[in-house]
């Protein structure tokens, strides 16, 4: 697809982000814009969604800093980050070609997933 | 950089003049070919907005839907929102975003 | 039957708004005050709720997209987090109320102190949101709530002068006993008790569960029209019937048994033990509206999975979420607060914060981006407009009006 125009921040910011599966994955937290190296304007290149990413845009040097602990915990150069080319549609919300199960926000609910919800009877079942 | 830094910068004009507050970016996609996304979307221009409140109820210039009254109130309070080129940015680096034009010679580009 | 059926989803979200335990004693307490002069509160909140229900009904249906969901969208994410703190403090003092609602309502029918029921009325909420299909919940709930109508049926049987009744409900005139911050205070806790947010949150978030689609318009339209109504409806019933009996004797309404009162009067045994059980219904939905509607919030608000979609394992930390309010609830309640009083806080706290959900609804519902071909008519966009008025004089009355009245003593 090409020729399309968006706005940045309002199609694209605090969006709801799905994988191929229509499963949610998040909100769009941020953007990162990367600037050429011939001085030409500025193109999307990633998305960021995740808990470092939201806090860095509501109160910046608490963000940042959670973000440098995550990085070095994680051992990972950009924990938040999506890459912009793994995006496949966007509409009212923002649908990934990957699985929920790789990005950024799997990681807390499988956490949460595994230490907690699963210690519980029925978490594994459909409902009644 | 990101997105969040630049929304709600002040923009001044080549000589320091106040415009108002950054509120958005126009992208085109003619950027270079991102994975199987495609042609990624550049910067065509942006928005300059006197209020940076208003966009904080949802009230953005352009984009506001909802009963005429909000619309024409959204559209009274923006009467004065400038759209200028991406080319005219010299520097967004720093505390404001900077253009290389004077405030006189900005014509409004869709 | 099936249409019957299909309408649960109203009925339950109604009842959590106009009959919970906290309207079960201010409109019983407003009709041993007020009289029915204060109807005209509950008629306004109706048609406040309907309109805004309706239209984020159609935006779940149309754009799948729930309220939350949708406010961070618009209102970005520093006013939206400020509308999500001020909502879950809402939920979860709802919630807390609600469960100490049914343990109040269970006491009255055993005898045995609320305060032993309380651990037991949690875990059965929590259980439902954990294990209970949506729908059937939805159904249990909606049609066991009903049984409420017996207030209605007592209504009848008291042969009240229906002729004073209409006339004290068309005047709207104060009791001279009665001061103008008070008359103001009950009229905003009626008001913003039909049109609190949490109904809103939970029926859009029923109807993408419910897999609403442009095809199911003509059911989120019934659910809305058939559901408040009988919601208000029954909250009008409980005024009269303390406006009937109580009013003329000048008792006042501080506590739940004296609500069984007047249709002990009318019905006798049998009337108060379908009275009962409908208190106890429609406190349990209305814990349940208040569970779910913490868990949507904040897991809309960011992005996570969240609903009885998939198994709890995929959408923990909606789950946890609810865990944690339910349990923090049941413990605050063991403390011995007063849930009642709790209601009467929390709903003007929910006054304040109806604008800020209220306003990204509207734009929404006339955005074609979401809405396709069915973005709001003419109507739908004035009656929006105008409530999103009353709502915003609501909210800025509402904290001084109680600060003045000292709770609407």
Known sequence: MSGRIIDAGYHLLDRQIIDFDSKLGGKVDDVELTFPQDGSAPYISDLYTGTGAYLSRI??????????IAKRLLQEEKPNVVWFGTVQRVQSDIEVSVSVNDLPTHRVEQWTAQNIISHIPGASSASE | MRLSELIHKPVVDVNGVKLGFLQDVRMQQDGPILGTWGAAFRASSLLIVPHKWLSQLGWEAEHTCGPWVIRALTSLLNRKALRVPWTAVANCDGPTVQLNIAQADIKNVE | MKKVLSTTLGILTAVGGFVDIGDLVASSATGARFGMALAWAVILGLIGIVVFADMAGRVAALSHRAVFD???????????????????????????????????????ATSVNYLLWIPLCALAIWLIVWRVKFETMERVFGLAGLALLISVLAVFQLHPDWNHLTSQ????????????????????????????????????????????????????????????????LLALALMALTAIVLMPLQIQVDHLSQVTQPVSLALGKLGIA????GFVACTAGAALEAAFSSGYAVAQYFGWPWGKLQPPRQAPRFHLVVMVATFLGMALLLTGIDPIKVTEYSLIFSAAALPLTYLPILMIASDPEYMHEQVNGRIRNFMGTVFLFIVSLAAVAAIPLMILTKGGA
């Open chain 3, 70 to 108: 949708l406010i961070r969208e618009r209102l970005g994410p520093r006013v939206g987090l400020a509308n999500l703190l001020a909502s879950t403090f809402v939920n979860f003092l709802t919630l807390m109320a609600e469960i100490g609602g049914i343990a109040l309502a269970i006491e009255l």
């Open chain 3, 274 to 277: 379908a009275l009962i059980f």
């Open chain 1, 59 to 68: 109160a910046p040097r608490l963000g940042r800093w959670l973000e440098s």
């Open chain 3, 169 to 232: 409900a068309i005047h709207a005139a104060k009791p001279h006993s009665e001061s103008w911050p008070s008359y103001w205070y009950w009229a905003i806790s009626l008001f913003a008790s039909a049109v609190t947010p949490y109904e809103v949150f939970f029926f859009s978030s029923g109807g993408i569960e419910e897999h609403w689609t442009k095809e199911d318009l003509s059911e989120e339209q019934a659910n809305v029209f058939v559901g408040f109504p009988i919601g208000a």
